[in-house]
């Protein structure tokens, strides 16, 4: 049988000789794993790049909904007024009639 100490020295050397393996396995699936997790944030890159386009998108029809509307105001804005100036102005021809013939003098019968 061989000494304890020659026994302690060949299990450490058997120790490090198998951890060795252990670590380029380490190191090779870790370099392996490497590119899937790129293409993994790749891809969800992607997907926030979609999302955010969808986004935007949404907005822009937004934004033209409302140009829209703005423009739909405007002209019940225009037309009001110009509905507004019409009862106006045949107001002030009543008035001016009204005053025309509070100045001629009434003729009794």
């Not at 490090?16 to 370099?31: A, L, Y």
């Not at 937004?62 to 009862?87: A, D, F, P, Y």
């Amino acid at each position: 049988m061989m000494s304890r100490p020659m026994l302690l020295v060949f299990l450490f050397i058997v120790l490090i000789i198998t951890s060795q393996f252990e670590w380029r396995d380490q190191i090779k699936g870790d370099v392996e794993l490497s590119p899937t997790v790129s293409q993994k944030q790749q891809r969800i890159s992607k997907r926030e790049e979609a999302v955010k386009e969808k986004i935007i998108l949404s907005q822009e029809k937004n934004i033209q909904k409302l140009n829209e509307l703005v423009r739909s105001l405007g002209e019940q804005l225009r037309h009001c007024m110009s509905v507004n100036e019409t009862t106006n102005g045949s107001l002030s021809s009543l008035s001016e009639t009204v005053i025309e013939l509070d100045r001629h003098p009434i003729l009794e019968d």
